[in-house]
């Protein structure tokens, strides 16, 4: 087989050497040179699983809606329920006493209640209302006119720092609610100083300090004293700070309980021995839980500190969003901000066609449809 070497050789040339054996001799198909050889195949990369979308934060009426939505189940949602009935059926006046019964349960009020109703029976006939759709809409329209002189927006303006004093029973929400308006108003541009007044509550000077901390915003605290002294000492150093707002947080209180509401009226008249022009703002925190309630809070702390404006927290968690309207009825003080979730940014002005529309839409802007 290795005669075809012997051919090749030339008188004088050394003898071939020795054939290697053949698992060593060169194959025709391995190239001579390391580099031209077949380069390695390597696995394909695994393709890596697409990261998640981050959620899509829903916008604030998608949050007005959806913490509204008890309330619409008993108002809005009870309407979804008579529309299914609305449509097998003309309005008349056992209907409407149905009506009356889910705004009575969705604590409108009494007071509140009576002038819808009056205003739908006279619609009813002089419009010739017939069909669900007619009735929501005038049932909308007259919430609507009971709420608009609530929307009051707070004007931060004429007065720096601008002293905003803060009152609510233990459990309203007012603590965290100084923290969501310090927020808000570090938004608007300016400056905010915390006096931690409840120094009634350790927890609540702390929690005012963490939303501080939270925030970038000073506060002034004291281990203990007297609340009145705390907020002398905040509006002084606001002062020297050249601070826009100061949001001054006092003791939870019952109304019941006069000679503690006595220690916030001191706090009043010592805020104006620091500022003759303040309290600029006296805000009375609520818990819309608390239903009709809300009223005797109302005017109990204005008898005491003289309230300028309300904020409405916990709209999420009830099915009492109604009692908006017997305040508007009974108590008409400005609604300046509701709250409707946890986040920083879930408490916001009011704004009466906004809260309508979100009591009669569920999320997603579709209006509610009969089965």
């Not at 190239?31 to 394909?44: D, E, L, M, R, Y």
């Not at 006046?93 to 149905?98: H, M, P, Q, R, V």
């Not at 570090?186 to 005012?208: H, I």
Request: charge should be neutral.
């Amino acid at each position: 087989m290795f005669g075809f070497l012997k051919k090749a050789l030339k008188p004088g040339d050394a003898p071939a050497p020795a054939p290697e054996a053949p698992a060593a001799a060169p194959q025709a198909d391995i190239p001579a040179t390391p580099a031209a050889q077949a380069p390695v195949p390597t696995p394909a990369p695994v393709a890596a699983a697409p990261a998640p979308e981050p959620e899509k934060k829903r916008s604030w009426m998608d949050r007005l809606r959806a913490g509204l939505s008890r309330t619409r189940e008993q108002i809005g949602g009870g309407l979804g329920n008579l529309t299914s009935l609305f449509s097998r059926r003309k309005i008349d006046e056992e209907l409407l006493e149905e009506l009356e019964t889910t705004l009575l349960m969705a604590d409108c009020g009494v007071e509140a209640t009576q002038h819808l109703l009056k205003e739908l029976r006279l619609r009813w006939k002089r419009d010739k209302l017939e069909t669900a759709d007619q009735l929501q809409g005038a049932l909308a329209e007259g919430l609507l006119s009971i709420l608009a002189p609530l929307e009051q927006p707070l004007e931060i303006s004429g007065h720096k720092p601008y002293i905003i004093m803060i009152a609510g029973v233990n459990g309203s929400g007012k603590t965290t609610s100084i923290g969501k308006l310090a927020k808000h108003f570090q938004n608007q541009g300016k400056s905010v100083l915390l006096a931690a007044g409840d120094t009634f509550r350790a927890a609540a000077r702390e929690q005012l300090m963490t939303w501080g901390e939270r925030n970038g915003v000073a506060v002034i605290a004291q281990e203990s004293g007297d609340p009145a002294a705390v907020v002398f000492d905040a509006i002084n150093a606001a002062r020297a700070r050249n601070i826009d707002i100061v949001l001054a947080d006092t003791a939870g209180r019952l109304p019941t309980q006069l000679h503690l509401m006595e220690e916030i009226a001191k706090v009043r008249r010592v805020v104006q021995k620091a500022e003759p022009s303040g309290p600029h703002e006296v805000l009375l925190v609520l818990d819309a839980n608390i239903g009709q309630n809300a009223l005797q809070q109302v005017k109990a702390f204005d008898a005491a500190i003289g309230v300028t404006g309300l904020v409405l927290t916990k709209l999420d968690g009830t099915a009492k969003g109604g009692v908006v309207a017997a305040i508007a009825r009974q108590s008409p003080k400005p609604l300046r901000f509701i709250g409707v979730g946890e986040q920083i940014d879930d408490l916001q002005t009011f704004r009466a066609k906004e809260f309508v529309d979100a009591l009669f839409t569920p999320v997603g802007g579709a209006p509610e449809q009969a089965d």
